[in-house]
């Protein structure tokens, strides 16, 4: 059985940092592009950031450019999501997701991905 499972949330000040994790399992996706999104209470989920299967290439979201990396390590099956200098703003349920098809470009879509984690709560006290 496929499973994405999120870790790394939790409560931290406005201007600190936090590092998401998102281990998979049942299977390799490391010819599957990744995607983290988030949901804010009442809004809409949407995209933060998203990596390649190669991990040559990434896209991030206007609004946590130069503050929020992606990466991947291929030997652990892990996606993360390093978010620094965090802002109120940045409070939701973060999202790990996987596109199944292998080798696919990453999407900025939420119907782009196939599979997703339970999410994982970040929230940034002002």
């Known amino acids: 059985q496929v499973q994405l499972a999120e870790s790394g949330g939790g409560l931290v000040q406005a201007g600190g940092s936090l590092r998401l994790s998102c281990a998979a399992s049942g299977r390799s996706f490391n010819t599957n592009a990744m995607g983290w999104f988030r949901q804010a209470p009442g809004k809409e989920r949407e995209v933060v950031a998203a990596i390649s299967w190669r991990g040559s290439s990434t896209y991030y979201a206007d609004s946590v450019k130069g503050r929020f990396t992606i990466s991947r390590d291929f030997a652990q099956n892990t996606v993360y999501l390093q978010m620094t200098s965090l802002k109120f703003e940045d409070t939701a349920v973060y999202y790990c997701?996987?596109?199944?098809?292998?080798?696919?470009?990453?999407?900025?879509?939420?119907?782009?991905?196939?599979?997703w984690g339970q999410g994982t709560q970040v929230t940034v006290s002002s």
């Open positions: 997701a996987a596109r199944f098809r292998p080798r696919a470009y990453f999407s900025t879509s939420v119907d782009g991905y196939d599979g």
